[in-house]
């Protein structure tokens, strides 16, 4: 084969795969929009609160929260769902230390979609008013 052909191949390559990650990213502020985060008190982990604005998620059209870890493989920064529901306008949460999370849902506990008790070794603790 020619180097010219593998050349235009491998070019083919490295823009369709840019394309790609750039459509992921656009599709992803599709679906939600950002609200807010906290770093938990020895920076190893961070919150962030996602508001769904479409049907996705384990909430769809509700509040989302994302735990963020440097110390996952293979990937050195994961993220995963722990909290999702529908909580209002009463909904907080924070870093009580480093191995605790409390969240304040002002709704009863039917709202609440998913609701991991311990993630990463840090337990949620979830008071539904």
């Not at 938990?40 to 049907?55: A, D, F, M």
Request: aromatic residues 14%.
């Amino acid at each position: 084969m020619n180097w010219k052909i593998l050349a235009v191949i491998g070019w083919f390559i490295v823009i369709s795969a840019t394309l790609l990650w750039c459509g992921k990213a656009f599709l992803f502020k599709l679906d939600w929009t950002f609200v807010s985060s906290a770093e938990s008190p020895n920076g190893r982990h961070v919150i962030k609160y996602y508001q769904s604005i479409s049907e996705a998620g384990h909430a769809p059209y509700g509040d989302n929260l994302v735990i963020e870890s440097w110390e996952a493989f293979p990937s050195p920064r994961s993220s995963e769902t722990f909290f999702a529901g529908y909580c209002g306008k009463g909904f907080e949460y924070q870093w009580a230390d480093d191995e605790n999370i409390e969240i304040q849902c002002s709704t009863n506990s039917d709202s609440i979609r998913t609701q991991a008790i311990m993630i990463h070794g840090i337990k949620v603790i979830v008071n539904a008013l």
